[in-house]
């Protein structure tokens, strides 16, 4: 019963449904073995396929073709567009490996990263250098390994989150309770910080931070702005902050705004009376930022509704050190984008149409809209810069949209 069509393989799986741009099913894949599988992202390829990546326990069984190495470990399985399997790794060590993030590289390539307690065994080289570490690795486009790094000190260093950088080089970016010792150089406070870590195309360290808001620090998210900036998100429990930042409650949301040196530019805490906990964040069009996640706080301090015992809670930042984009008719969110893009009309209207075309001049579609948010599919284009046209019973504008697979989220 229900929206699921295939049975499940074992305990947990991987389940993918690709979506129109409406909304619509077009279709969906129940992926795993006789164990347990835990998704945890996937990201468009450019040849118009998806990487999925997760962990599993699973041996040789149902969908998974190789061994497992430890209790748990890396596992990426490449999807094409229609979600058929071309190909599938694991990576693992003797323990407990588990993936959080994998994209695709501007060389074709993928980079992963996630949390290892295992020592050196299996695919992993290094032992590891406390209670858990981050784990990198670096593949070729049919997933064998290039490089790999173990980064961590002495204690327990969680990573998260991990970009690859549009001036080349990753950011890569978690939670860390170690003290300055190993690949660590900078000392936490009591508690866990943010730990970021910059590393070049070939995973060498370029320098590395930590940032401290309150006893508990959780990073998220990390978002490179246009500029080169980086926003960190993620939430703390501010209540015994060290007096350097806003002084509030326990689990607030927490944004952090760095320049691409590490350097902090501003930081800002927001909360209720409650638990908040961010989930991510987005750069928008207009130099601000939104902040989304959950809260289980009654409306107080920075919130200002509430609709039950946890809500879904959205902020909306403005970065008071930039300046405002003017605005213009329409414009469109994401830009660059990678499959989809929504083009957003500033004003009211009755009907009209969107027209899609290439440099030439050539339409590639054309539809009806009633909407001021109109979703546009590139899926099915090249990278590139695309024309949107819309035409309304009032005006008609265009914008470029610019088509990048390789582009960071």
């Known amino acids: 019963g229900g929206d699921k069509k295939e049975d499940s393989r074992g305990q947990d799986d991987y389940w993918i449904i690709k979506l129109d741009a409406k909304g619509n099913e077009q279709w969906q894949r129940t992926i795993g073995g006789?164990?347990?599988?835990?998704?945890?992202?996937?990201?468009?390829?450019?040849?118009?396929?998806?990487?999925?990546?997760?962990?599993?326990?699973?041996?040789?069984?149902?969908d998974k073709t190789e061994a497992n190495q430890g209790n748990l470990d890396y596992w990426i399985v490449k999807l094409n567009a229609s979600g058929t399997i071309?190909?599938?790794?694991?990576?693992?060590?003797?323990?407990?490996d588990q993936l959080k993030t994998v994209e695709q590289t501007k060389d074709g390539g993928y980079i992963l990263g996630g949390y290892s307690n295992s020592p050196a065994s299996g695919d992993k080289q290094s032992d590891n250098l406390g209670t858990g570490d981050y784990w990198i690795i670096k593949?070729?486009?049919?997933?064998?390994?290039?490089w790999q790094r173990t980064l961590g000190g002495d204690g327990d260093d969680n990573l998260s989150a991990l970009i690859q950088s549009r001036n080349g080089g990753y950011v890569l970016g978690g939670s860390s309770n170690s003290n300055p010792s190993n690949d660590k150089s900078r000392a936490n406070t009591k508690g866990t910080d943010f730990w970021i870590v910059r590393l070049d195309d070939n995973g060498q360290t370029l320098w590395q931070e930590t940032y401290n808001y309150g006893a508990v620090d959780l990073l998220t998210s990390i978002v490179e702005n246009e500029d080169g900036t980086l926003l960190l998100g993620g939430y703390a429990r501010t209540e015994v902050s060290d007096g350097k930042k806003d002084k509030k409650d326990i689990n607030d949301y927490i944004a952090l705004k760095i320049n691409a040196k590490g350097e902090e530019l501003w930081s800002k805490t927001v909360g209720s009376d409650g638990e908040d906990i961010l989930n991510g964040l987005i750069e928008t069009r207009d130099g601000g930022y939104l902040l989304a996640g959950t809260?289980?706080?009654k409306p107080s301090r920075d919130k200002s509704s509430g609709h039950g015992g946890n809500d879904f809670w959205v902020v909306k930042l403005k970065d008071r050190y930039k300046k405002e984009v003017a605005k213009s008719a329409i414009e469109?969110?994401?830009?660059?984008?990678?499959?989809?893009?929504?083009?957003?009309?500033?004003?009211?209207?009755?009907?009209?149409?969107?027209?899609?075309?290439?440099?030439?001049?050539?339409?590639l579609q054309q539809f009806s809209i009633d909407s001021r948010t109109v979703p546009v599919d590139l899926s099915h284009y090249p990278e590139g810069i695309y024309i949107v046209e819309i035409r309304t019973n009032l005006q008609t504008d265009s914008v470029k949209v610019i088509k990048s697979i390789s582009h960071n989220k």
């Open 34 to 62: 006789s164990g347990q599988e835990q998704l945890a992202c996937i990201s468009p390829a450019k040849d118009g396929g998806y990487i999925v990546g997760g962990s599993s326990s699973s041996g040789k069984s149902g």
């Open 332 to 363: 469109a969110l994401p830009n660059p984008a990678q499959n989809f893009t929504n083009i957003v009309v500033g004003y009211e209207f009755q009907s009209g149409t969107a027209s899609v075309f290439d440099l030439s001049g050539r339409q």
């Open 139 to 146: 593949t070729d486009k049919a997933g064998a390994i290039e």
């Open 86 to 96: 071309e190909w599938q790794k694991t990576y693992g060590g003797r323990y407990l």
């Open 295 to 297: 809260s289980k706080g």
